[in-house]
């Protein structure tokens, strides 16, 4: 409230009710334009935090349940003098260790993994196909003769080092790839889902299968020295 | 939310004393407006956006697959401070810990069981969770640095199994981080050097153990729970997460 003295002093009155203040900046600049959300929404609570409840519920039963009837490994007290054979990381390094089989070291345990990581954490930054178009909607038989000649230098390089554990899945994908081109082609209603699938599919799900391939290969067929063994035949370990 | 049962009605009275409300700065949550300052008013909650797609919660939309990670994430919170309580990180000691979860502790073996199984199932869930948001292109814009913390927070899973994996220090705990401390030998120039200092020594032992023990409950954890909290708000800063036309439900 402005004194007698100081009648027209400019400022903002702590009361909004009384002395509204309204300010308008006028630009030429167009703003931003805001999409509205017209999907329906709920509230967060009750709706999202009673889902995640009875899901916490559900897994602590299943894992108790679990949990009673098997038991968490034990063995022998370690002792460096005494080698297993084959010794085996983890499961989820397995992978890697199978491909240390094939490949020396530095590529197998230190460049493969660095890449694999360095390529996840581009992949939203690699501005191509954000539309996520069908790897076979155009420019087809350019696009043909690159994944044929990719596909027959990895096979080249895979075979060479006699990688087949690797070479299985990736022939797998190429087939797959190569199937879809020509169904494509053919202008055929079948299997529309892998026709339509764009090229960032078909690499991770080439990864994937690899990767699974290698874990479940190194998990339950390698045996003494690396070497192949079947799961049910029993062998002095 | 008005309840019926004397049960609902004791807890709707609760929830209106002063004691309650000067606890959680709302009475019951009745309307949309208390609703709102459930979640946005609570520390633990406000991660989380106030209200959420109809179509996002269906299942097929995420399997639930973040949200599981994190529970089991809290599980092991829980019996992993329980395990410390019987947990020496000194050599042969630690095994001899674990013959006495096994004998003489009560519930010892089921501990044990329990925190195994949940570590094994969240390395499996966290990578399910990233192939999934891949494949409902959960990376684009805006969300492409949520994606990033996301690999990160893969590699600290990995990490943090990794380094509990040594813990139990037996033939299978030796070998495993012998094995896969190997591979750290063959980069280039540096690598005898890193597998020095991760082991504290040229051999897995005494040190490595103590190292691997600190990592596996204080650093690897505390990191986790930064990055799991910029996950989930981002998530909520992002707009919430992909939905997609095939989700069902009345979205268009």
């Known amino acids: 409230m402005a004194d007698k003295e100081n009648k027209y002093e400019a400022g903002f009155s702590s009361d909004a009710k009384k002395d509204p203040v309204r300010v308008v900046f006028l630009t030429k600049k167009t703003s931003a334009k805001v999409t509205g959300e017209d999907r329906p929404q709920v509230m967060t609570y009750p709706h999202l935090l009673m889902r995640e409840a009875i899901a916490f519920m559900v897994l602590v039963i299943a894992l108790v349940g679990v949990a009673l009837f098997w038991d968490a490994p034990l063995e022998q007290l370690a002792n460096p003098l005494l080698t297993p054979n084959p010794a085996k990381a983890p499961w989820y390094f397995l992978g890697l260790q199978e491909l240390l089989h094939y490949f020396p070291p530095l590529v197998a345990g230190i460049i493969i993994p660095t890449l694999v990581v360095v390529a996840l954490v581009v992949i939203p930054y690699f501005n191509v196909n954000v539309q996520g178009k069908p790897l076979w909607q155009e420019h087809r038989k350019r696009r043909l003769w690159i994944v044929v000649s990719a596909l027959l230098a990895l096979a080249l390089l895979l075979g060479f080092m006699r990688a087949w554990t690797v070479f299985v899945p990736t022939a797998i994908i190429g087939l797959a790839m190569l199937y879809s081109y020509f169904a494509a082609a053919g202008g055929g209603s079948r299997h529309v889902f892998l026709q339509t699938r764009p090229l960032s599919w078909w690499v991770m799900t080439w990864f994937i299968l690899v990767a699974v391939v290698l874990t479940g290969v190194g998990t339950f067929f390698r045996g003494p020295g690396w070497s192949w063994v079947w799961p049910w035949s029993s062998h002095a370990g | ?252």
């Open chain 2, 1 to 252: 939310m008005a309840s019926t049962s004397s049960f609902g009605e004791a807890l709707d009275r609760l929830r209106g004393t002063r004691v309650w409300k000067s606890i959680f700065r709302r009475g019951p949550a009745l309307t949309n407006r208390t609703r709102s300052l459930a979640v946005f008013g609570n520390l633990f909650l406000h991660f989380l956006p106030v209200k959420v797609r109809e179509q996002s919660l269906r299942v097929r939309a995420s399997y639930y697959l973040g949200s599981i990670s994190f529970l089991l994430f809290v599980i092991l919170t829980i019996t992993g401070i329980l395990l410390m309580f019987y947990y020496h990180p000194a050599v042969p000691q630690a095994y001899r810990d674990m013959k006495d979860l096994r004998f003489v502790v009560s519930n010892g073996v089921f501990l044990r069981n329990l925190h195994r199984l949940a570590a094994q199932l969240m390395v499996l869930l966290v990578f399910w969770h990233m192939f999934h948001v891949f494949y409902r292109g959960g990376y684009k814009p805006p969300h492409e640095f949520n994606w990033v913390v996301g690999v990160v927070l893969l590699i600290v899973t990995l990490f943090l199994s990794y380094t509990g994996y040594l813990l139990p220090w037996d033939q299978l705990a030796f070998w495993a981080i012998t094995v896969g401390t190997n591979i750290i030998s063959a980069m280039p120039w540096i690598g005898k050097n890193v597998r020095f200092v991760s082991l504290g020594g040229n051999l897995v032992g005494e040190n490595a153990l103590l190292r691997f023990y600190v990592l596996h409950c204080v650093v690897l954890p505390l990191i986790a729970i930064v990055l799991i909290a910029i996950h989930f708000w981002r998530v909520q800063k992002d707009g919430g997460l992909t939905v997609r036309e095939e989700d069902g439900g009345q979205g268009k």
